[in-house]
C-alpha cells in the first residue's frame, strides 16, 4: 500500500510562490494517477489538480488555473505543486493523493498523505 507524506507548506504574502512535494514509499508510484486537494476549516475537501500515471494528461481547477502546476518525477516517487500568484483564498491544508484512475473526484482517491498547511497572508 501507498504511504504518502507531503512538504513545503507555510505562510506567504499574497502573490507570494510555494512549490509542494508529496513523496510516495512505493515503487509503485508510477502505477497511481496523482492529484492535489485541499481543505479550508470548515468546508469540504477539494479538488486542486490531477495528472496521469504517464504525465501526459493534466487538469486544474478554475480557482488555480493558470497559477498552479502539477508535475510528477517517477524516478524520485514525488509529486509536486507549484503556486505562484497566491491569493487569501488558497489558505488550507493541502493533500497529495494516489488513484488508480486520473479524476477530480475524492472518492476516487484510494490513498492520502496528511497534509501540510497554507497560509496566505493579505
Known amino acids: 500500500q501507498v504511504h504518502l507524506v507531503e512538504s513545503g507548506g507555510g505562510l506567504v504574502q499574497a502573490g507570494g510562490s510555494l512549490r509542494l512535494s508529496c513523496v510516495a514509499s512505493?515503487?509503485?508510484?508510477?502505477?497511481?494517477?496523482m492529484g492535489w486537494f485541499r481543505q479550508a476549516p470548515g468546508k469540504e475537501r477539494d479538488f486542486i489538480a490531477a495528472?496521469?500515471?504517464?504525465?501526459?494528461?493534466?487538469g486544474y481547477a478554475d480557482s488555480v488555473k493558470g497559477r498552479f502546476t502539477i508535475s510528477r518525477d517517477n524516478a524520485k516517487n514525488t509529486l509536486y505543486l507549484q503556486m505562484n500568484s497566491l491569493k487569501p483564498e488558497d489558505t488550507a491544508d493541502y493533500y497529495c493523493?494516489?488513484?488508480?484512475?486520473?479524476?477530480?473526484?475524492?472518492?476516487?482517491?484510494?490513498?492520502w498523505g496528511q497534509g501540510t498547511q497554507v497560509t496566505v497572508s493579505s
Open positions: 493523493a494516489a488513484s488508480r484512475r486520473l479524476g477530480p473526484t475524492v472518492s476516487g482517491y484510494d490513498y
Open positions: 512505493d515503487r509503485t508510484f508510477s502505477n497511481y494517477a
Open positions: 495528472i496521469s500515471q504517464s504525465h501526459g494528461l493534466t
